[in-house]
């Protein structure tokens, strides 16, 4: 069965820090893979999202990069943090799209979560 | 561009009655689209989905959503609500015909239980 690691659950980093979170995938092959931030009060915001190895779609202009070494992992960085970077941030993943198979694009399978408090 | 939005960030109901999520889409092809379930400091789990098959999707813990193409909505109900089922809940849609597939969430609704 796939399962999915992000760590570390709780992170308290000081402002101009850098930042490096990791998510990894195991049991599926070539899977979408997604980092979204949940500020408080607010939704789930996509920030990055990626359909293979080194790509990576940006979908907010922000103090955040992220990257995707191999297949399975996926890495959300920042050079210097911003106040505004805290927030609950997660990683997830999805069957990736197979020109419109049913089951493929379906639901995202979330992580527990990286709670990130910039001081 | 697709999206989803989630009428009414709050909502209380008392242990008992009917719970009635709300939450319209917009996509420009045949959505999939998803209900979630958030507890406090974890991440969320899928309450259920719908892709295209029965516009009447049955999910866990006796919670139901009606795919409604002409009202382009898929609202989230539960007969009975029980005090375990307060929590943040989350609908989502994704693109159906995409290769460069991604999941968009509404704001959420906070669902509270009153005793």
């Known amino acids: 069965s796939q399962t999915i690691h992000q760590w570390p659950a709780t992170l308290v980093q000081p402002v101009g820090s850098p930042l490096s979170l990791e998510c990894t995938v195991e049991?599926?092959?070539?899977?979408?893979l997604y980092w979204y931030r949940q500020a408080a009060g607010r939704g789930l915001q996509l920030l990055f999202y990626?359909?293979?190895?080194?790509?990576i779609s940006s979908e907010v202009p922000q103090n955040l990069s992220a990257s995707r070494p191999q297949d399975r992992q996926f890495i959300l960085s920042s050079k210097k943090l911003l106040l505004s970077d805290s927030g609950f941030y997660l990683c997830?993943?999805?069957?990736?799209?197979?020109?419109?198979?049913?089951?493929?694009?379906?639901?995202?399978?979330f992580g527990q979560g990286t709670r990130l408090t910039v001081v | 561009a697709q999206s989803v939005t989630q009428l009414g960030s709050h909502v209380s109901v008392s242990e008992g009655a009917l719970v009635l999520l709300r939450c319209n889409y917009s996509?420009?092809?045949?959505?999939?689209l998803f209900w979630y379930v958030q507890y406090p400091n974890q991440g969320l789990q899928l309450l259920l989905k719908?892709?295209?098959?029965?516009?009447l999707v049955k999910g866990i813990n006796g919670f139901e959503a009606e795919f409604k193409k002409s009202e382009t909505s898929f609202h989230l109900t539960k007969p009975s609500a029980h005090m375990s089922d307060a929590a943040e809940y989350f609908c989502?849609?994704?693109?159906?015909?995409?290769?460069?597939?991604?999941?968009?969430f509404g704001s959420g609704t906070r669902l509270s239980i009153r005793p």
């Open positions: 990626s359909v293979g190895i080194g790509q």
């Open positions: 049991g599926t092959s070539n899977p979408n």
């Open positions: 989502a849609v994704s693109d159906t015909y995409s290769s460069a597939s991604k999941i968009i």
């Open positions: 719908y892709t295209s098959a029965a516009t």
């Open positions: 996509s420009s092809v045949p959505p999939y």
């Open positions: 997830a993943w999805s069957v990736p799209y197979w020109g419109g198979i049913e089951g493929s694009n379906t639901e995202a399978f």
